[in-house]
């Protein structure tokens, strides 16, 4: 008999189950792991909203269901004998889901019956080892290996930035070495990585911009990211809300002495903030659309004279690669990038459906799941006054406090122990 497993499951347009169920025995090229945590993304989102019609979503979605979850971590459980020789039962693991097999859209989270990471426990297909998307992992909390994945999007968002000469067709990857960085809409949570990552990850700018309109959100990037941090770095950092300007424009240009943006990141889906960066790119600058419309009909209006004339360049990037997923890794184990600054609220499985299906309306950063607890869905803002009358939120609160206000290692611990969670 299989391993029975708790999971969320999708069967169709706004139609999330948790159910527990039986996983079929692994075959020889497949690997069975028992998953501690995963992270909820925008992605999921609009896959729940749009069901069957997803790009990534099964036709017989209603009958096969598929596991959501695609940003988890967890334990290995049982190896088949094909790769016996490379992983072992009992290891800790991490995993990249962009797998792009020979083509296919398949991905965790999206398309599989039996692998995704808000479940207690699922199976790896052979492809994933295939791939050398099964990476070892030691690290010494399961969430930062969860939102690896998201902090390879960002790694990898930077990493296609590309500029051009006018002696040759080569093109210089990553962003501009010394240049301007504007990132716009940025102070949410996956701003805020992108704010820290190129302080010590890839090319180093001379300046980074970032705007949002939202002031509470921008002090709390200040206090995390200070701009007193990144002059250690040698980066000049600002942040800026551009309805405090009567021309917003001259106000932005003005911090680069009116050079203009080498790159510029959009991150959020509003045509305004696009055109915007459009506007203030300068000679040869790249523009990333990082941010993930639901509307298939999106669209902005963009300047093709500057194109032509002034080399500017537009893209858009979704996902990283398995080498973007082992340098967010290697950074966080390094203590060099923080990827709980992104964290705002923790869960149990039991609170994974309504999240998901009322993400935009929850207006949280990252959600971190623990698939084999019960825990509905908390702030850690919120840990203070629920310590007040639980002694389990007493002692979160007392360890996040002592970690600027974030989730961290020992939180998670603490957590694991309580629910006895690998007891």
């Given amino acids: ?118 479940a207690s426990y699922c199976i790896l297909p052979h492809e994933v080892m295939e791939l050398g998307c099964l990476l070892h992992y030691d690290g010494d909390a399961y969430f930062y290996a969860s939102l690896a994945e998201p902090v390879s999007c960002i790694i990898g968002g930077y990493h296609i930035m590309y500029h051009t000469n006018k002696q040759n067709y080569d093109h210089a990857m990553d962003i501009k070495e010394g240049g301007n960085v504007l990132i716009l809409g940025g102070a949410g949570p996956m701003g805020l990585e992108a704010v820290e990552y190129p302080l010590y990850g890839g090319n180093k700018p001379t300046r980074i911009v970032v705007t949002d309109v939202d002031d509470g959100r921008l002090e709390r990037a200040k206090k995390l990211i200070p701009p007193e941090l990144a002059k250690k770095q040698g980066v000049e950092l600002h942040y800026v809300n551009p309805r405090g300007f009567a021309d917003q424009y001259t106000a932005l240009m003005d911090i680069t002495g009116g050079k203009g943006y080498d790159d510029v990141f959009v991150y959020a889906p509003i045509k305004e903030l696009a055109e915007a960066g459009d506007r203030l790119m300068a000679f040869d600058g790249c523009l990333n659309f990082f941010a993930g419309p639901s509307d298939k009909n999106f669209s902005a209006m963009m300047n093709l004279y500057n194109c032509h004339y002034t080399s500017t360049h537009i893209l858009g990037s979704t996902g990283g690669n398995t080498d973007d997923l082992k340098e967010a890794i290697k950074l966080a184990s390094e203590k060099k990038i923080r990827p709980a600054v992104m964290v705002t609220h923790i869960c149990g499985i039991d609170a994974v459906a309504s999240a998901v299906i009322n993400l935009p309306e929850l ?57 006895k969670v690998g007891a």
Wanted: charged share 25%; proline share 4%; glycine share 8%.
């Fill in 1 to 118: 008999m299989g391993q029975k497993t708790k999971a969320v499951r999708l069967y169709g347009a706004d139609d999330l189950r948790l159910e527990e169920f039986e996983l079929p025995e692994i075959k020889d090229d497949e690997i069975l792991v028992r998953i501690i945590s995963d992270s909820i993304c925008m992605s999921t989102y609009k896959l729940a909203k749009q069901g069957k019609k997803h790009k990534r979503c099964p036709q017989n979605v209603d009958t096969n269901p598929i596991i959501i979850g695609h940003e988890f971590a967890g334990d290995i459980v049982k190896v088949g004998a094909k790769w016996s020789g490379e992983f072992k039962a009992g290891e800790k693991f991490a995993q990249q889901p962009a797998l792009n097999y020979k083509g296919s859209l398949a991905s965790p989270g999206y398309s599989y019956e039996f692998f995704g990471g808000d």
């Fill in 363 to 419: 207006r949280a950063g990252k959600i971190v799941t623990y698939t084999h607890i019960n825990m509905p869905l908390t702030a850690i803002s919120d840990f203070a006054k629920l310590g007040e009358k639980d002694p389990l939120f007493a002692d979160l609160h007392k360890s996040c406090d002592a970690h600027q206000g974030l989730w961290n290692a020992e939180a998670e611990k603490i957590l694991l122990k309580h629910f």
